[in-house]
């Protein structure tokens, strides 16, 4: 069935994400920055690339990852300086598109609704991924939690604002859980590891590659992201770019839109040497990046237009009612004040960029 398209009119969204209004207030931390440069090209540097391109990206198993280990962005672009910096979550990401600091940026469903919502200065022009499997309530085998009932007096760790937090809300929501009877507490996910080792937590909704080595050191999962998106709650990643960036380089858009198709196919049609590059990123083994390459739907160029999708300038697709929908659903959850209406959405996702 169609994740984009199967959402429930009142979905259960993230709470707690006002953290995210006091965030925007300033410039981002806790990023971690590698640069690379293309080899010189002759002569002068074309006057319509920039100078630098600055990605936030985040290390989850997809297309843009796969393009940054094949350094896919440095080849499109010589003699421009390709700066990647990493983020832990989609409201850090909406941190630094508020400050000016990254020109592209990943962000999950529901912080990126939010971003739209609140007027972040960015646009859409990229889903990068279906979140499946690769998100999960992971739980300790000794806590003895073996179903979602069992939650209630026990301490879970997910990061607020985030699609994992979306998804475990909207999962104790299906199953009509209070989750005022759990102890949910925020941790980024590279936190979540080193709290699961010390006995802090109980469990952990998280993505990966954290979720493999929870269930490497005694973890079991109770739910997933798929299973939670059948019932109604769908999440994904896209990507955004600075309204003032895309407004001087339209062209560099196409063109990193480029980069990400190739990643994209590569992973797909290469998926054991792209497991052995991915690893690296990950943390994980080429088996445990495998897996985890197979828990999410990457999406390439092609598919952006699909009604399924981003739809077309004339035709648009289901993504800006899913957008809206979670922003709806923020609301609800005293996490914004106000949701825009439904065009808002869909006038900040740029699908005439795959139009010839």
């Known amino acids: ?31 971690k920055e590698t640069t690379g440069t293309g080899a010189a090209s002759a002569g002068e540097p074309n006057a319509e690339l920039p100078k630098e391109i600055r990605i936030g990206y985040q290390v989850s198993p997809n297309g ?18 390709i700066s990647w910096l990493k983020f832990d979550s989609g409201r850090d990401v909406n941190t ?43 739980v300790q085998e000794k806590s003895g939690i073996r179903s979602l009932q069992d939650l209630t007096g026990k301490t879970i760790a997910t990061t607020f604002g985030s699609t994992s937090h979306f998804s475990l809300l909207s999962a104790l929501k299906q199953a009509n859980i209070d989750p005022g009877t759990i102890k949910i507490i925020d941790m980024q996910a590279p936190d979540l590891l080193a709290a ?11 993505w990966q590659p954290v979720q493999s080595k929870l269930l490497a050191a005694s973890g079991k999962v109770i739910i ?94 289901a993504f800006g009612a899913l957008l809206k929908a979670t922003a709806d659903f923020l609301v609800e959850q005293k996490s914004i004040k106000s949701a825009p209406d439904a065009d808002v959405f869909q006038k900040a996702i740029r699908s005439d960029l795959y139009t010839k």
């Open 196 to 206: 699961w080792q010390r006995g802090d937590i109980d469990g952990a909704y998280t």
């Open 64 to 81: 843009e990852l796969m393009a940054k280990a094949l350094g896919l962005a440095e080849k499109k672009f010589p003699g421009v300086k």
């Open 96 to 138: 630094a598109i508020a400050s000016g600091s990254i020109d592209f940026g990943l962000v999950g469903t529901p912080p990126g609704a939010s971003g739209i919502a609140q007027g972040l200065p960015n646009q859409i022009y990229y889903i990068h991924d279906v979140i499946g499997e690769s998100e999960a309530l992971v």
């Open 224 to 317: 997933n992201s798929k299973e939670v998106a059948d019932q109604g709650a769908p999440t994904g990643e896209f990507g955004v770019v600075h309204n003032d960036f895309i407004a001087k380089y339209p062209n560099v858009v196409k063109q990193y839109i480029e980069v990400l198709d190739e990643g994209t196919k590569y992973y797909r049609d290469h998926p054991k040497e792209a497991a052995e590059s991915l690893s690296k990123e990950l943390g994980l083994t080429p088996e445990e990046t495998l897996k985890a390459m197979n828990e999410i739907t990457v999406l390439d160029a092609s598919q952006q237009t699909d009604a399924k999708y981003m739809g077309t300038p004339e035709q648009p697709g």
């Open 1 to 31: 069935m169609n994740r984009f398209v199967k959402i429930s009119s009142r979905l259960f969204a993230v709470s707690l994400i006002a953290s995210l209004l006091l965030l925007i207030a300033a410039c981002g931390g806790g990023t």
